[in-house]
């Protein structure tokens, strides 16, 4: 398509050019090899020495690509993990070596991580994923009641009465093969909670422990080969999609009890109904002290043990939590900002179709900016079904670029091209994006302060986190809250708490049902102001109301314009970055459709465009206004499809 040109885009160049020596300008005009895509090169076949240097010649010379991910399949030949492989394995680093090319270190055969080709099952079997299963029987008391324990790791056995909520746990009997209860008169729930191993063939990503049996099959094999490439040719490690999978999304294992006692000085066993039923007042907060104890587990568990070993032998970790599509995505990976606490690079898994897994993105290089980590990076394009050209690879990295991605490895190359099974074909095979990939891959690029902090509908907050919300009301910030208020406490006994500061705060209460206003302020003498937005969906223009009201003085104003184009073709997104005190806007139009507006940016700047599809600077006329009070700087925007641009602040 001769309208995308060689793109320079060096997001990642000026996040690391201060520590090279180098200005954004001379960043931006020659960005390093280094900072180009590294795809996922599929080995669906069998290696030779002459294949691998070709490709790789192939993906350096005439797709610009700066490294690959070498990612075994089923179809791998020689046989994953066999000294045949490792010989090839061998020739893929000398060649990349001699190219200047990096290795990322895929850490497993197919996907998910886990399974080291299926050997964990086969000499680890004590140490592969759990589950938490439940026997329940009701009961009418008074009565003598008896149950063998079914095989497994025995975690609780509670006896919960149906009328009064009251708990109490079961004892084992003498031998640990049974439970046994006096039941007192009443209706009871009698119910037994047994940790027990998984018929799938992943690792226990919850247990260090069993993390490192894993290392032991896969990570150290490489290192104990290829020592001197680690730090050197391979650069990163990958894992992949490492979750709460199957297990019917009850994963657990056996070392919970004992490691929650630890962290908060009792025992979780009477919690353990709330999983399932209702069991009064204390419902919402034991499935939080639970769930996020989960949460916890997992994110110190595989990602973090990855860290630390990546970082004994000289490299950086990566790799992507389950399927970070949604928003909320609490029953894939736990709590997908604590789950990148431990990876130096988090990444984002955008896959499947164009604008699939939208509104979850964010959580990951939200993630990333919490940790201080200045690098994120996305698994992208993998198994886009509909016909993929150049264009799509500028639309979808455009949006990923704006929702914080700096680091691109397209999914992907494959050693057979014919034999694809996963589309897209993205390298030198495929004649509808080669001629561009070159360019395409010239297209590789905390203090903070908030005015406005937006609460989503919920029924349940920590209270130690509404603590904080009151604080920053009190402070004159502002606050959005949409669809619900939240009633209930994370930690037990501070429902009345929350009940309380939510009506402090907003001015109603949280349990109201009743509300005749779709839209309600509530100002406080500080200046800060409460917004509830009851039902925005319905009626869009509310929240921009309320948002207009908690923020008069935007960031960033478009004129006339949507920021969503065509959200199924495109739109008009930005990212606002701040880099050795100048402020840095990278812009993208990645619709079919031209934009011809108005931007308004706040404050008084005087800017540069800088253009990432044909490496011109230039100054641009901007006008500066005052509105209530506040500096903004206007300059005219015109953006052909499918383009991006930087303004640059100009010091």
Not at 112 to 117: D, E, I, K, L, V
Not at 350 to 378: E, N
Not at 415 to 426: A, D, G, N, Q
Request: hydrophobic share 40%; aromatic share 12%; proline share 6%.
């Amino acid at each position: 398509m001769n309208r995308i040109v060689s793109i320079n885009l060096i997001l990642l160049a000026v996040l690391l050019s201060q520590a090279l020596g180098v200005s954004l300008e001379d960043s931006f005009k020659n960005p390093p090899m280094a900072y180009k895509s590294q795809p996922l090169w599929h080995m669906n076949g069998e290696m030779t020495t002459e294949g691998i240097k070709q490709q790789l010649r192939d993906a350096w010379e005439k797709s610009g690509f700066s490294g690959v991910a070498v990612l075994p399949v089923r179809e791998t030949r020689p046989n994953y993990l066999s000294e045949d492989y490792f010989a090839r394995y061998q020739d893929i680093l000398e060649t990349c070596k001699d190219l200047g090319m990096e290795v990322i270190f895929y850490d497993d055969i197919g996907f998910p991580s886990g399974s080291a080709g299926g050997q964990m099952r086969e000499l680890y079997p004590d140490h592969i994923l759990c589950r938490l299963d439940k026997l329940e029987v009701d009961v009418t008391g008074p009565t003598q009641w008896m149950q063998v324990l079914p095989t497994g790791d025995h975690m609780a056995a509670v006896a919960m009465n149906l009328t009064t909520f009251e708990r109490h746990n079961i004892p084992e009997s003498a031998d640990g093969k049974s439970v046994k209860w006096k039941v007192p008169p009443g209706s009871w729930k009698l119910m037994v909670f047994t940790c027990v191993r998984d018929r799938d063939n992943k690792v226990d990503y919850l247990c260090p422990e069993s993390v490192d049996k894993f290392f032991s099959l896969t990570y150290d094999k490489y290192y104990e080969r290829f020592a001197d490439s680690f730090g050197t040719t391979i650069q990163m490690t990958f894992f992949d999609d490492v979750g709460l999978r199957k297990a019917s999304r009850r994963n657990w294992t056996p070392a919970f009890n004992v490691k929650f006692k630890q962290k908060h000085g009792y025992a979780p066993t009477l919690l353990y109904p709330a999983l399932w039923h209702d069991i009064g007042p204390d419902t919402a907060a034991a499935r939080v002290a639970l769930y996020g104890f989960r949460a916890e587990l997992l994110a110190e568990g595989f990602p973090r043990k990855v860290q630390e070993w990546a970082h004994r032998h000289g490299v950086r970790s990566s790799g992507h939590a389950m399927a970070q599509y949604h928003p909320q995505p609490t029953f894939l990976a736990g709590d997908n900002i604590l789950f990148y606490r431990h990876s130096d690079i988090p990444m984002i898994d955008s896959i499947h179709y164009y604008g699939h897994g939208r509104p979850g993105f964010k959580l990951t290089s939200s993630a990333a900016c919490s940790f201080d980590k200045p690098l994120t990076s996305v698994e992208i394009y993998g198994n886009y079904r509909g016909h993929f050209d150049t264009p799509m690879l500028y639309r979808s990295g455009m949006e990923l670029f704006v929702r914080g991605a700096n680091v691109f490895l397209p999914h992907g190359m494959w050693y057979v091209p014919e034999k694809m099974r996963i589309r897209p074909l993205i390298s030198d095979f495929n004649p509808d994006i080669a001629a561009d990939l070159a360019g395409y891959n010239d297209w590789v690029v905390n203090h903070q302060a908030y005015q406005v902090l937006v609460m989503p509908g919920s029924r349940v907050i920590h209270w130690s986190n509404l603590q904080k919300i009151k604080a920053f009301y009190e402070a004159g910030g502002k606050i959005v809250a949409t669809t619900a208020l939240p009633s209930q406490s994370a930690e037990f006994g501070h429902d009345k708490e929350v009940q309380q500061t939510i009506e402090y705060i907003f001015g109603i209460a949280s349990v109201n049902t009743s509300l005749n206003e779709e839209l309600l302020t509530h100002p406080n003498a500080n200046g800060g102001l409460a917004c509830f937005v009851l039902d925005f969906l319905q009626d869009r223009t509310l929240l921009d109301q309320a948002l207009n009201l908690a923020c008069p003085a935007p960031d960033v104003r478009f004129r006339d314009v949507e920021p969503t184009i065509d959200p199924g073709k495109g739109m008009l997104s930005y990212l606002h970055k701040v880099k050795d005190g100048r402020h840095v806007y990278f812009v993208a139009n990645s619709a079919d459709a031209a934009v011809d507006t108005e931007v308004t940016l706040r404050g008084q700047l005087a800017l540069q465009s800088w253009d990432p599809h044909d490496g011109t600077m230039q100054d641009i006329q901007t006008t500066s206004v005052v509105e209530k009070g506040m500096s903004y700087t206007k300059t005219s925007l015109k953006m052909n499809p499918l383009s991006s641009l930087f303004l640059v602040e100009v010091q």
